[in-house]
């Protein structure tokens, strides 16, 4: 990924599409792990799974860096045995320090999303560490300004462009997943591979993003 798009860069809005249930969460929870894991630090605004989902899939994530392919499922649901616990118990420890915030809020609005990344950045750098990635998963759950309500075009433009200021202004890079229009599953072609106007419900998106 990184040949392809030539890294993430200071100031980039990169936008992680794709229809539910795709993966969009597992990948970009993979690029965090591995910022932070590279001493990065990385604030994850998770607006659908929970810190404790999320730390479920970063443990399976690095159970299979060790070597051993624990299926999120099934930690999730507890069916794992002895060994694959201890694994489970080796991974999160490896992760318990690394530089990685998650703010679990439900549906937070842009002012809330804005300051807890420049809290995260003070905390970080307290620490010697600097913020290298914002994450948010996903853009059509965040909470725009009231005068938008109701006009979801008008929303997601705000939040859109928003969210691209703010990697500009604190010079870091952010990650964005983006649900797709669901038209595209019914589309009468053979090749139903998405394209840019397949991203939902405001062409901003497009417009804001550096990389799609």
Known sequence: LDGAIGGAHPGDSIIVAGRPGMGKSAL???ISRNVAL???GVLYVSCEMTNEQLGRRLTTDHARDLGFAI???SLRSGKIDAAQYEICQRAEQ???DIPLLIDDRRKPPLPQIIASAKR???QFEARGVPLRLLVVDHMQLV???REYKGNRVSEVTEVS???KALARDMGIPILVCSQLNRDLEGRDVKDKRPTLRDLRESGAIEQDADIV
Do not use: H, I, N, T
């Open 161 to 163: 462009g928003e969210l």
């Open 38 to 40: 590279a001493g990065g």
């Open 28 to 30: 970009v929870a993979g």
């Open 143 to 145: 909470a725009a300004p």
């Open 120 to 122: 995260a950045q003070r």
């Open 94 to 96: 490896a992760l318990a």
């Open 71 to 73: 299926p999120y499922q």
